[in-house]
């Protein structure tokens, strides 16, 4: 129920409103003084609150306009003894709710307090209604602030997130590692109607079957040794917001029955428990493994696998969205600059060469981590060839790429993609197959691109 903040320095009074506020199963939170109201209120946020126009120590108006700077949305009433049309008119003009006169009548404070809820329940309803909708009519990158990129495989990702995030289904999100899958799971979670509730991480592939078992479904006090006191589960903790199971190709047999029927029932006990609990979950899965591929194993359950794969999203791989790149290098500069290196402005051209050349099997972890090491050695305003982590800067300088600024965007990546590919098919001695799996694309995709870029 409700959380209602009584502050008044009588009391009698206190003691009043706070046994009206208990019999309509709300909780009473209760203050002497303006100030401590506040606090109060700091501590624990109230969906109400009913303060005393007079007090020593902070009056109703430090009240009304300390709650009001914190939550706008919290209707607060005052309460006083003069009962005179211009004091109330003086305490709406204030922003308050309602006005309340002494001596209190039990009966009206009732419907007070039903009134009021209603209309946090409506403001609240209101604001978060159009948050949602600034959300969705936002530009791609203030929508998706960690979903960097303009190529056209990043705007995939984030229509789907937008349509997928309306839903309450179950979603699987497959990519290497260092995809960001992590980041696409918050992007639901932030996107859809459970924003409000918990987002709640658990990295199946880092904890043993009796740990994990503990984690998903908590634990009563003497269920196991060590156990010394009951604890709650991630399923529990994310009851009405979202459950992120990451690594979850990684999960022991016996756990994939138990994570099962969890999710067909949205129920489970506690380990050592008895009872049944209840939860309102929304379940999303990543994993960097081909889960067809241990489904066919028999390594993952077919049935948990369908029940988890409703609606997938693919992250492709940072080489497979080079184009994407310069993008994310200036993201990354304003990101960890400030903390690092406040000087650097950007990359420079030859250390562009390099980094557009690397095929990043860590992905876009390993970039964010190149570019925070490029930072901290570098001496400019911009990052040089010599800043950048050893495996980048490579034996001689004629092994890096050049970068044409003169040209634009897209004529660059061209440039660069024709300059790597050349580079990979002399290494390769020419030989096609070979020239491909240095690349890490197709040998299909590599016969198109010798063509389009006229390498024979």
Known sequence: MAVILIVDDNETVREGLAHVAKKLGHTPVLASSGGAGVEAFKQK???????????????????????????PDVPIMIITGFGTVETAVEAMKLGAFDFITKPIQPEVVR???????????????????????????????????????????????????QKIAASDTTVFIA????????????????????????????????????????????HEKGAFTGAVKQKLGRFELADQGTLFLDEIGDIPPAMQVKLLRALQE???????????????????????????????????????????????????????????????????????GPKTNARVRAVGDAALGRIMAYHWPGNVRELENAIEQALVFAEGDEIT?????????GGAEEDALSVPRELSLPEILDDLERQLILKAYTKAGRVKTETARLLGIKTSALYYKLEKYGIE
């Open 45 to 71: 946020r109230a969906d109400f609150v009913i303060t005393d126009l007079k007090m020593e120590g902070g009056t109703g108006v430090d009240v009304l306009k300390g709650v009001s700077a914190l939550d």
């Open 111 to 161: 419907l007070k307090i039903e009134r009021a809820l209603e209309l946090c329940a409506t403001r609240r309803g209101r604001r978060k209604a159009d948050a949602m909708s600034d959300y969705l009519t936002a530009e791609a990158d203030g929508k998706f602030p960690d979903l960097v990129g303009s190529g056209e495989k990043m705007a995939i990702v984030r229509r789907t997130v």
């Open 175 to 218: 990519g290497e590692s260092g995809t960001g899958k992590e980041l696409v799971a918050r992007a639901i979670h932030r996107l859809s109607k459970r924003a409000n509730g918990p987002f709640i991480k658990v990295n199946c592939g880092a904890l043993t079957e009796t740990l994990l078992e503990s984690e998903l479904f908590g």
């Open 266 to 336: 949205q129920e489970f006990e506690r380990v050592g428990g008895e009872h049944p609990i209840k939860v309102d979950v929304r379940v999303l899965s990543a994993t960097n493994k081909d889960l067809e591929a241990e489904v066919a194993s028999g390594r993952f359950r077919q049935d948990l696998y369908f029940r988890l794969h409703v609606l997938p999203v693919k992250l492709p791989p940072l080489r497979e969205r080079r184009e994407d790149i310069p993008h994310l290098c200036t993201h990354f500069i304003a990101k960890l």
């Open 385 to 393: 060839p010599n800043a950048l982590p050893q495996f980048l800067q």
